[in-house]
């Protein structure tokens, strides 16, 4: 038996004692393979925490007692934020991804349902509403949350409160209600004179679902209108210029020039300098970047600034395990290829062990 196996067998099957134990192995710069199962091996176990912690608030919600029941769905939400799948270092399946997805949902769900009626917040019931159709795919679902906004009057087919309206559009949508989506909006269209700074984000969202509807109906040239004039209020939102690139058959010479020109800007390739020291103290940096959700190959370049030292760096994208190593070398340059995903992504780059100090030169990124 090695002294891996040995303390293997030692450490119990508990997230918090496997945890403290990948933590112990970059601080002696032992195995990393032996670290990522320990990792691995622990989300697991937090996983299994958190859906345990769900319950819980599901019990305290059906007694109506909604300041626990936030509580404990407060516990599972951090225990899942905590989550980097680290499994995916090790091609190993200790978490299926699914499961982790429809419990985020359900989550999102009861944190609409306690600011509806706990807090009497309606903007931030709307936002875990929506939070929670962006992963719901199942109609039967989204049918009783349709019937659960309607009993609680938070559906709107006037344009008093374009919050609610789109709400309402974006489950119907969901539904396959495609052509109930379009009418609707063409309605706002013709009752909103005025795009004042106070709806237009929201109207950009209506008039980018309307050409979703579109595309689902087949109506090529109405969902271009419509992905147009969302543009407008937004000129470089990058989701809605990757759905009118996606029409381009249906777009003038002029209008697939503007695209292009608009998203070129974007895809172009980024130098991003840098010269961020990050040690015991300042030991994480995060940079927000905007994709197109397509491959980018990173190039990362650091110095270590004390050379008998191994610092272990750890490198995320949107909150997820890409890699980790050891930097043994006074400089050393890092080639990853990323995959993406379409706006705003945030990269974040770690010392793990605290020894010694790096420095994050420069950030090279192109496709």
Not at 342 to 350: A, D, H, R, V, Y
Request: glycine share 2%; hydrophobic share 40%; proline share 2%.
């Amino acid at each position: 038996m090695n002294d891996y196996e040995l303390l293997k067998e030692i450490i119990p099957d508990d997230s918090r004692f496997l945890l403290e134990y990948a933590e112990y192995l970059p601080r002696k710069n032992l195995s990393l393979i032996e670290r990522w199962k320990a990792l691995s091996r622990g989300e697991q176990l937090i996983f299994k925490e958190a859906q345990e912690l769900y319950l819980k608030a599901i019990f305290y919600h059906k007694r109506f007692d909604f300041k626990n029941s936030f509580l404990y769905l407060n516990k599972c939400f951090n225990k899942l934020k905590s989550i980097k799948f680290y499994q995916d270092l090790i091609k190993e399946k200790f978490i299926d991804e699914e499961d982790y997805k429809d419990l985020l949902k359900n989550i999102y769900f009861y944190f609409g349902d306690y600011y509806l009626f706990y807090e009497k917040d309606l903007n931030k019931a709307i936002f875990y509403f929506k939070k929670y159709m962006e992963i719901e795919d199942e109609y039967s679902k989204l049918y009783e949350l349709r019937e659960y906004l309607e009993e609680n009057k938070i559906l709107k087919n006037d344009f008093s409160d374009l919050k609610l309206f789109y709400l309402n559009l974006m489950n119907l949508y969901k539904l396959g209600k495609f052509l109930d989506v379009v009418k609707l909006e063409r309605r706002m269209e013709d009752s909103v004179l005025v795009v004042s700074q106070k709806i237009k984000d929201e109207y950009k969202k209506i008039l980018e679902l309307a050409g979703d509807a579109y595309i689902n109906l087949g109506s090529f040239f109405n969902a271009k209108e419509a992905y147009f004039k969302a543009l407008k209020l937004k000129p470089d939102d990058i989701v809605i210029l990757k759905k009118i690139e996606e029409i381009k058959d249906w777009l003038n010479e002029k209008d697939i020039e503007k695209i292009s020109f608009a998203l070129d800007k974007l895809r172009k390739n980024r130098d991003i300098r840098l010269n961020k020291k990050l040690n015991k103290r300042t030991h994480r940096f995060q940079l927000p970047l905007v994709f197109d959700g397509e491959n980018y190959n990173f190039d990362i370049y650091f110095d270590s600034v004390n050379k008998k030292s191994s610092p272990l760096i750890s490198i995320f994208l949107n909150n997820k395990i890409m890699a980790e190593f050891y930097m043994p070398e006074k400089k050393q340059t890092v080639y990853l290829k990323f995959q993406t995903k379409i706006g705003k992504n945030i990269l974040e780059i770690s010392i793990k062990n605290n020894i010694g100090s790096i420095i994050l030169k420069e950030i090279k990124i192109y496709k």
